[in-house]
């Protein structure tokens, strides 16, 4: 008999984490894909059972299981950036030319709205890119939500970083909308903010991206109920913003307080290698916009402390049902 409860007892665990199993997969189709980076500086390439409260953990909501990440304001980075981020990481690099496929499915729930309104990362997180991984390390990809402080709608677009022959402090971003604005839309002069974009993304309101890299050429599809399906290409290995006079307004605009005026080498991001990666890459954060017009939020951080940027909605939490990376 008690051969028998033993039995039953660990047929029953082994239901339990087989459970578990199931749950992580239906979000993040190959677990042994991907190492992780929590925003208190968290680091494993073991993902299959682990999950952190606070920062990466599951929720089932009516039916769907939600694979969450949460980053506060401030918290431990990673070596290239100033911003926190509870992200995964792929394991596996691959060039342009090798290219892979990247499809996710997510609701934004929270971005912090403490920041200044003039500088265009306020408001706002990263939720998939390609990072480089040799050279500068620069993102040629760079997909972001944005909702300003009460507005209804948020707004969706990526970002294309050029990969400079030399210098790379000349480097810049180039801002394409989705839905509502691109990054460049901030307050005007006198601190009015732009109209709220109805045609934009409501947090928790669910859309999907999808990324594809073929032969050097990146596709991306946007697609979310109700609004129109979204479609752009971009090489990677040929470039568009080869000489001054081919950097866009845009860039002329945002980067000039900074003296970025660089353009991009002939080939782009030729036979470098990159990865995907996918989750809340907060980009709010302490610093001050004197020092970086562009990037530095000047948000509040609670001077580090985690629990009270949470209490105080300084942190952002974006909410995924679908993860999934293939290659050839």
């Known amino acids: 008999m008690k051969r028998l409860f033993l039995l039953f007892s660990l047929f029953s665990l082994s239901i339990q984490f087989s459970r578990c199993g199931r749950n992580d997969r239906h979000v993040i189709k190959d677990l042994t894909a991907w190492s992780i980076l929590l925003g208190d500086g968290t680091r494993t390439n073991e993902i299959e059972s682990f999950e952190k409260d606070n920062f990466f953990f599951t929720k089932t909501e009516q039916g769907i299981t939600w694979q969450i990440f949460k980053a506060p304001n401030s918290g431990v980075t990673s070596k290239t950036s100033n911003n926190t981020r509870s992200e995964l990481g792929e394991i596996q690099t691959w060039t342009p030319q090798e290219g892979g496929k990247l499809k996710a499915t997510l609701k934004v729930m929270h ?22 991984v040799e050279g500068h390390e620069n993102e040629p990809l760079k997909i972001f939500y944005k909702k300003f402080p009460g507005h209804e709608f948020g707004s969706v677009f990526w970002n294309y970083e050029i990969n400079t022959e030399g210098d790379n402090s000349n480097r810049w971003d180039y801002s394409i909308p989705i839905w509502g604005y691109d990054m460049s839309i901030t307050s005007d002069s006198l601190g009015n903010l732009p109209a709220d974009p109805l045609d934009g993304i409501k947090l928790g309101e669910t859309f999907s991206y999808e990324v594809l890299v073929e032969q050097g050429i990146m596709t991306l599809i946007f697609t979310s109920k109700g609004h129109e399906t979204k479609r752009f290409t971009k090489s990677l290995i040929a470039t568009s913003f080869g000489s001054l006079e081919a950097v866009p307004a845009q860039v002329i605009d945002l980067y000039t307080p900074l003296g970025r005026s660089g353009y991009e080498k002939a080939t782009g991001y030729l036979n470098e290698k990159q990865i995907f990666k996918v989750g809340c890459y907060n980009q709010s954060n302490g610093k001050s916009p004197s020092t970086n017009s562009v990037w530095h939020t000047g948000s509040n951080t609670e001077n580090g402390n985690i629990s009270e940027q949470y209490e105080r909605g300084d942190y952002a939490e974006v909410w995924f049902s679908n993860i999934d990376v293939k290659h050839n």
């Open 111 to 132: 971005v912090s709205q403490s920041g200044n309104p003039y500088v265009p990362a306020s408001y706002s997180t990263v939720i998939g890119q390609i990072h480089s």
